[in-house]
């Protein structure tokens, strides 16, 4: 998808064992996010950034963490993955900037990330 | 957040106009209603985004009311690679710290 990427797209992982997300984009966006997928729920807000060293949290942030050390890179760790982390996570971006342009904010989504914890 | 409610799911036959129909009775001022489509493995796209009446590009239009408290995506002649998931979200102006609610969807299935 146009400038962003996420990695690993699989991973099976262990209760207990700490996982990292990776998503990267090219557009120079302000804007991350960090979402998760399942059924019955629709997508989650877990965290977003707004800028380097800026993040803040979303609907359902507990048990994960993430840091924005570049404008290109936003992390998402889960310390100690739980079976309930099972889930498939989405990265977006937006070039959102506040006045400056109209509408509501538009996300672009990455490919997803499908993560198992056993 | 304003809770939107659209059908679980439609079929229609290729070359036909489709219509999916949101409900968004909360619907506030600086509210825009935005329609994603989601294929299978993929994340959600960005389809179209109005505010009131009719906005039309090269995917699709969208028909919004006077009163702003529904919608109609409509997607002209489709075809099989249009099967997907629809949403319908209703996003406040002037945020960027987004919560989307993309619920469940209309599952659009269509069929040779």
């Known amino acids: 998808d146009a400038g962003i990427t996420q990695s690993p797209r699989h991973k099976v992982t262990e209760t207990g064992t700490p996982v990292t997300l990776r998503c990267h984009q090219t557009e120079n966006h302000r804007y991350m996010y960090w979402y998760r997928q399942d059924p019955g729920h629709g997508l989650r807000l877990i965290h977003y950034s707004y800028g380097v060293k800026d993040t803040d949290k979303g609907e359902v942030s507990d048990g994960y963490s993430v840091s924005r050390s570049k404008t290109e890179d936003f992390l998402l760790t889960l310390e100690s993955a739980t079976s309930s982390q099972t889930s498939v996570y989405f990265c977006?971006?937006?070039?959102?900037?506040?006045?400056?342009?109209?509408?509501?904010?538009?996300?672009?989504f990455g490919a997803g990330s499908r993560l198992t914890v056993l | 957040l304003a809770k939107t409610t659209q059908p679980i799911s439609m079929d229609s036959y290729e070359g036909q106009e489709v219509n999916i129909t949101c409900s968004h009775n909360n619907i506030a001022t600086n509210d825009y209603i935005t329609w994603y489509q989601q294929f299978p493995s993929q994340g959600p796209r960005f389809i179209i985004q109005?505010?009131?009446t009719k906005v039309t590009n090269e995917v699709a239009s969208l028909f919004i009311p006077a009163d702003r408290k529904s919608s109609t995506l409509s997607l002209p002649r489709v075809s099989l690679s249009d099967t997907a998931v629809y949403y319908c979200?209703?996003?406040?102006?002037?945020?960027?710290?987004?919560?989307?609610?993309f619920g469940t969807g209309t599952r659009l299935t269509v069929i040779p």
């Open positions: 109005g505010y009131k």
């Open positions: 977006a971006i937006s070039d959102f900037e506040r006045g400056r342009s109209s509408g509501a904010n538009v996300l672009t």
């Open positions: 979200l209703v996003v406040a102006d002037q945020t960027g710290a987004n919560n989307l609610f």
